[in-house]
Nanobody
Framework: QVQLVESGGGLVQAGGSLTLSCTAS????????MGWYRQAPGKQRELVAT???????NYADSVKGRFTISRDNAKNTVYLQMNSLKPEDTAVYYC???????????????WGQGTQVTVSS
């Protein structure tokens, strides 16, 4: 199986910064796209940023210019550097990875347990 473990969440004042990390482990042959999603209370889960294995990135309009996603493929790790944080960024942040576990068969999506990010005003 595959497990994703996030770290780096916490409480920060508006305008501050946090860096989230997510490491995948288990039965991994190759990881395709990795990404970050978030869900605030009473709201739908939304995409924050994604990164292909080759490093191509995509961001939600609300975080462009403030957040940066990056990967270390050798470590099966994805990061989210969050700058200029706003109270609206408060949410549980979830790591996602699309993973091939062997050279045969298809890929599957996996999710981390989530890490809380709280931005105070």
């Amino acid at each position: 199986q595959v497990q994703l473990v996030e770290s780096g969440g916490g409480l920060v004042q508006a305008g501050g910064s946090l860096t989230l990390s997510c490491t995948a482990s288990g039965r991994i042959f190759r990881i395709n796209t990795m990404g970050w999603y978030r869900q605030a209370p009473g709201k739908q889960r939304e995409l924050v940023a994604t990164s292909t294995r080759g490093g191509s990135t995509n961001y939600a309009d609300s975080v462009k210019g403030r957040f940066t996603i990056s990967r270390d493929n050798a470590k099966n790790t994805v990061y989210l550097q969050m700058n200029s944080l706003k109270p609206e960024d408060t949410a549980v942040y979830y790591c996602n990875a699309n993973v091939y576990s062997s050279p045969i068969g298809g890929s599957a999506d996996y999710w981390g347990q989530g890490t809380q990010v709280t931005v105070s005003s």
